[in-house]
């Protein structure tokens, strides 16, 4: 498909969205966000041009995990129907071409933040289950700082250099893994920004913010720019799932400040105060050195007192991963038992292998076959006193730690 060519902003073509922050403007025809202008400075985003950069818009592209393909607001024809205006709210449909879903999106804006919302329906019922990713495209500007709350995630955008910070993905040990869901766009001179945040309330799970450059391609030396390979932002939520009749929904949040990511912070943390301040005193009382041990730390607790231990997650107590209870039972074979007889074995046995050995051998069995085992690091002194919990004995000990003032 062509490169698409923007069209000039026509009022009758177009609805505004504003508050005391911004104004939005919205094309009727294609449902993209055309403007975003800061009442602070009258600062367009959309109009923060750079050698040639055609333009921006405010867009989406979504990927059917199933099916394979992309669909695009910039590379795949569509059609948008049902576009109305409701005060600070502006809905419509999107269908494209070949997809078997239709999206639904929402745009409000409230006093102090823009809501973005897609929702997604199949579009027959016989069309299979699937997994979406939906990728909420916005501009970025070279020049403007970006700042993420990640180690050493304050610099200059170059328009070029690719990045990311990922949410709840967990990316073994990096500095690009983000607690706090948000990343914050800024210029100090003009003293503008703009932050994007995932909802810290919402069921995300998995999202980041990207430019993907090696995808794109941009390059300043080019001398005809592409508006597909423009440097923008992408706020990409991934694994959400169209299933049966239930429709898939997923949002981002948009906050408009000053020109630091500091304002922004602030925003965020008087929005959703109770994630930032304890609502239960309890936890002033744990506050010290935090340790992940396992029940029998009650039989160490003047080493306890002498590190200032307050808090011990409690690791091992349970059989089996997933299942930490053990509901109906007084006692069972221990986790690290098990984990033993994995590691005996050379890490060669199955899971069924397993539990067939445990469930068909005796206690002293296990206990002797085990006793034949290399020693492993952090392994007790005798098989014995970790071969098998009792329900009773942890209640003991966790009360012996919860005297001490272990929590």
């Given amino acids: 498909m062509p490169a698409i060519a923007l069209k000039p902003l026509d009022r009758t073509a177009t609805c505004t969205l504003a508050n005391r922050d911004v104004s939005l403007v919205i094309e009727r025809q294609t449902g993209w966000i055309r403007a975003c202008t800061f009442r602070r400075g009258n600062v367009d985003l959309f109009q923060q ?25 910039l590379n795949d024809p569509f059609t948008v129907t049902r576009l109305r205006r409701r005060g600070q709210t502006v809905s419509f449909a999107k269908r494209f071409r070949g997809a078997a879903f239709t999206l639904f999106v929402t745009l409000r804006l409230e006093a102090d933040a823009f809501h973005w919302e897609v929702r997604a329906t199949k579009n027959a019922p016989r069309v299979p289950d699937r997994s979406l990713r939906v990728h909420f495209v916005w ?25 990311e910070y990922m949410h709840v993905q967990v990316p073994y040990v990096s500095n690009k893994e983000i607690i706090l869901p948000m990343i914050a766009h800024f210029n100090k001179k003009l003293d ?30 080019s001398m005809r720019k592409d508006i597909r390979s423009v440097p923008v932002l ?50 002033f009382r744990n506050e010290g050195t935090f340790t992940c041990e396992g029940v029998q730390t009650s039989d160490d607790i003047r080493r306890c007192r002498d590190f200032g231990i307050k808090t011990l997650e409690v690791h091992g107590h349970f059989e089996d991963y997933g299942d930490y209870y053990q509901a109906g039972k007084q006692s069972w074979f221990s986790n690290w038992a098990k984990e033993s007889y994995y590691h005996q074995h050379d890490r060669k046995v199955t899971p069924a ?12 069995e296990v206990a002797r076959e085990l006793a034949s085992a290399p020693p492993r690091k952090h392994a007790a002194p005798s098989w014995r006193s970790i071969l098998r919990h009792h329900r009773d004995d942890i209640r003991r000990r966790l009360a012996k730690l919860a005297r001490a003032g272990i929590g």
């Fill in 49 to 73: 041009l750079r050698q040639g950069i055609p333009g921006y818009i405010g867009g989406l592209r979504v990927y059917d995990e199933h099916d394979e393909r992309w669909f695009s607001d």
């Fill in 139 to 163: 501009p970025l500007i070279a020049g403007w700082d970006v700042w993420a709350p990640a180690y050493g995630a304050e610099f200059t955008f170059d328009g070029m250099t690719s990045f």
């Fill in 192 to 221: 503008v920004g703009y932050s994007v945040v995932e909802p810290l309330d919402a069921r995300v799970p998995a999202a980041k913010f990207q430019f993907a450059n090696g995808e794109k391609g941009f390059n300043w030396g």
């Fill in 234 to 283: 992408e706020a990409v939520n991934s694994y959400i799932c169209l299933v049966g009749d239930r429709p898939m929904n997923t949002k981002i949040m948009l906050f408009f400040h000053e020109g630091d990511w500091r304002p922004a912070l602030g925003r965020v943390f008087r929005r959703w105060r109770e994630f930032f301040v304890p609502t239960s005193e309890t936890i």
């Fill in 353 to 364: 292998q397993i539990e067939a050995f445990f469930a068909t051998h005796t206690e002293e």
